[in-house]
């Protein structure tokens, strides 16, 4: 079995200043994988051991701190716009295509911006208990406005990644917890049924699991090795 190995970087994105990394082994290649954490006081450390597995499969990956979180600065307000900006900066400098992208949480509705431009090719989007978002909260700063577009009921129907995924054509793959108290169940089928010109859309579910599949995975070598071969396959 090949030794994996970690490599930390920085990046500048707008005045923010990233912490990232690269996981891989020595038959990895180039890297074509990114991923991104979610939000509360996540950090790019809590996909290592999936990383770890993925990389075992011989697929390597990058990961950024978005501002504000880990080791990378905050010095300026934070937003899903934002957020979609730095994720940008990591796949320009970081990945090659083919690419492939995994959001998880709130990097759900990030994950799928960045696919659906074309440029960027993507070709496969990974969401793992992955949120969208009403449209109007997309530029507002993290904070009461923001908290409050997010409380209007089902306010995540109005989300405007919705229409944009339709005109998709790589694959997608939604990633379920059964037992998720955050993330409406709704929300893959939803994306399914918007995302008419994929090339595949399945939607798997985790028996069992709640909100915190990354947490669970780090423990659980069975979960880490099946969200890995999701990601490569």
Known sequence: MEAVSRK???????????ACDIISTPGCGDVHTLFLHGAGHSTR??????REAL???GHASAAIDFSGHGDSSALQAN???????????????????????VGVSMSGEIAMR??????????????????IYDGAAFHLPFGPDFSAALRRPDSWRDAHVLQQ???????????????????PSEIAGLIRENAGAAADCRIVDLPGVDHRV???????????ELLAQLIAN
């Open 114 to 131: 960045l696919a659906c431009i074309a440029q960027n090719q993507i070709t496969h989007i990974v969401t793992i208990v992955g949120a």
């Open 55 to 57: 990389a075992r499969l």
């Open 214 to 224: 990354s947490e669970r995975s780090a423990e659980d070598e069975a979960l880490r």
């Open 45 to 50: 450390q809590r996909q290592w051991p999936v």
């Open 165 to 183: 995924i339709s005109g998709y054509r790589g694959r997608i793959t939604l990633v379920r917890a059964a037992e998720d108290k955050v993330i």
């Open 8 to 18: 930390d970087f920085t990046l500048q994105a707008g005045v923010e200043t990233l």
């Open 79 to 101: 937003s899903l716009a934002k957020r979609l900006a730095e994720a940008q900066s990591a796949l320009d400098r970081f990945c090659r295509p083919p690419r492939t992208v």
